[in-house]
């Protein structure tokens, strides 16, 4: 099986586990926006995997030049995302950790982070 859709298929059960088990606005920090983003950005990445098949199919000159835009846009996106998660989980106004609706997010948050690292 193709891993782009490996990635697509593993980002849609995220997203859905996201959706029914967090809620908005529960705590000190947009932690549901900051997950749904997060999500996104890593679907985005998997539809420019996908993408390099047309320009490969295409035998086109420009597939270095969209590996290398779409590596800087989408990657260069996902790093800043790291940082402002970053910078809003370790915030002194996180309080998720102590509300009882928003524990799972705060942990999937904090596993989404770790990964985030490597």
Known sequence: MNTNLIDLLCSV?????????????MCGI???????V???????RAFSN??????????????????IGSFLLIDGAFLAWLIYGNMLFYSKA????DIAESEFLYH??????FIGYF
């Open 30 to 36: 947009p932690l549901f926006e900051w997950n749904i």
């Open 94 to 97: 996180n309080n998720c950790k």
């Open 38 to 44: 997060y999500v996104l950005i890593i679907s985005l």
């Open 108 to 113: 999937f948050t904090l596993l989404l982070l």
């Open 50 to 67: 996908l993408g390099k098949i047309f320009f490969i199919r295409m035998d086109s000159s420009y597939l270095n030049c969209y590996m």
């Open 13 to 25: 059960l995220i997203l859905i586990l996201v959706c029914k088990t967090g809620r908005p606005g």
